[in-house]
């Protein structure tokens, strides 16, 4: 990825003209689509060769395929450990509205009530073999560890990290080789310990950027698609490529 680039929300009215000369407009909430607009610069031959290869395999805007949004959080409901979507051992205990890192209530107290280590995480839709970043917020008034770990086709990077009764942002990051289409981030609380958490987070990136809270949606686009069937490459020189991509996506209703 490459910076500065555009992201915008597009609207899509249905308009109706009655025999009265009357309009009626309405919303369509199936039209709404996220448009992104990525310009690239100092393409090397083989970045450009990929880039290109890409287009022609999924036929311009015939395709689909899934977009990680670098602006967004690859988690879906970061601030609410009880969701479904997320996986937690039998043994936690989760209590909600715990004052967080912003002065709101927004974290989470999570207490490992067995004598086991008990874990907490979520599997996203995303290649194994990007480099992607996991962070919380975490505390603990008692002198405690939690693991934070990324797993993905059978490999795995954890890292321990000791708390205390500050608000401390960890992180892990990290890439492997593997080849699966699914990437696995969570935590792992030992045996009774008790602990805050805020702001879970992951992201296609070497570190972590500013929280964003998801609930429903999250910042993965299974069904993006080319806006374009081809784009306009401009070569200043060996290694030297530059062009812009419009690529989009609808947003569920």
């Known amino acids: 990825m490459q910076y500065p680039f555009v992201k915008r929300r597009a609207y899509r009215t249905v308009s109706n003209t009655l025999l009265d000369g009357r309009t009626l407009k309405l919303l369509d909430a199936g039209g709404i689509r996220i448009q992104w607009e990525f310009a690239f610069q100092a393409l090397s031959e083989q970045e450009r060769a990929i880039l290109e290869g890409f287009v022609q395999a999924v036929e311009g805007r015939l395709g689909e395929f899934t977009l990680l949004d670098p602006t967004d959080n690859l988690l879906f409901w970061s601030g609410d450990i009880e969701a479904a979507a997320w996986t937690k051992g039998p043994l936690i205990s989760v209590t909600r509205g715990v004052g967080d890192p912003n002065g709101g209530t927004g974290a989470s107290g999570v207490l490992n009530t067995g004598a086991a280590a008990q874990s907490i995480q979520q599997t ?55 080849a699966a289409e699914s990437v696995t981030f969570g935590l792992t609380i030992p045996p009774a310990a008790a602990m805050d958490l805020y702001g879970m987070q992951a992201e296609a990136q070497p570190a972590p950027s500013a929280y964003r809270k998801t609930t429903s949606r999250s910042g993965i686009y299974t069904n993006a698609r080319f806006e374009d069937d081809s784009f306009s490459l401009i070569s200043e020189g060996p290694e030297q490529h530059s062009c812009r991509v419009h690529i989009g996506a609808p947003v569920a209703s």
């Open 124 to 178: 996203i839709n995303g290649p194994g073999w990007y480099c992607y970043c996991f962070s919380v917020y975490a505390r603990s008034t008692a002198a405690s560890v939690v693991t934070l770990f990324r797993s993905t086709g059978g490999a795995t990077q954890q890292r321990d990290y000791r708390l205390s009764g500050n608000w401390k942002r960890l992180a892990l990051s990290g890439r492997t080789e593997s």
